[in-house]
């Protein structure tokens, strides 16, 4: 769930994602809180810490919604892509049946 709506820009694409500790989604400057733990940062974490990867719609209601009946699952998705378009961009996450990740994101996992 987003904590505050402040939307990267391509002016400011400083996005980093923590993991090591509370795991948060960061804008920098001025270290603002984007997201907190939830299903919308393990979704933007899962596809972000491995750089290039495309998973389809299905592989990610597996992974997340694997408690929810199929139609309930898919509307978590989508509810979860618009949340997060909103947050970190409406072109960070790419692609309609493949997802991927289509803007920077730093990670202290790679420091």
């Not at 994602?17 to 270290?31: D, E, M, S, W």
Request: with cysteine.
């Amino acid at each position: 769930m987003p904590v505050e709506a402040v939307p990267a820009t391509d002016s400011d694409p400083s996005l980093e994602l923590r993991t090591l500790g509370a795991a948060a989604l960061y804008a920098q400057p001025g270290n603002h809180l984007l997201l907190a733990a939830g299903k919308p940062l393990a979704l933007l974490a899962y596809l972000a810490l491995a750089p290039g990867r495309q998973c389809s719609r299905e592989s990610l209601i597996d992974l997340l919604w694997s408690d929810l009946d199929q139609e309930r699952a898919r509307r978590a998705l989508r509810q979860t892509l618009f949340n997060l378009r909103r947050v970190v961009g409406d072109d960070a996450i790419a692609g309609a049946e493949e997802l991927r990740l289509a803007t920077a994101i730093r990670s202290d996992r790679d420091e």
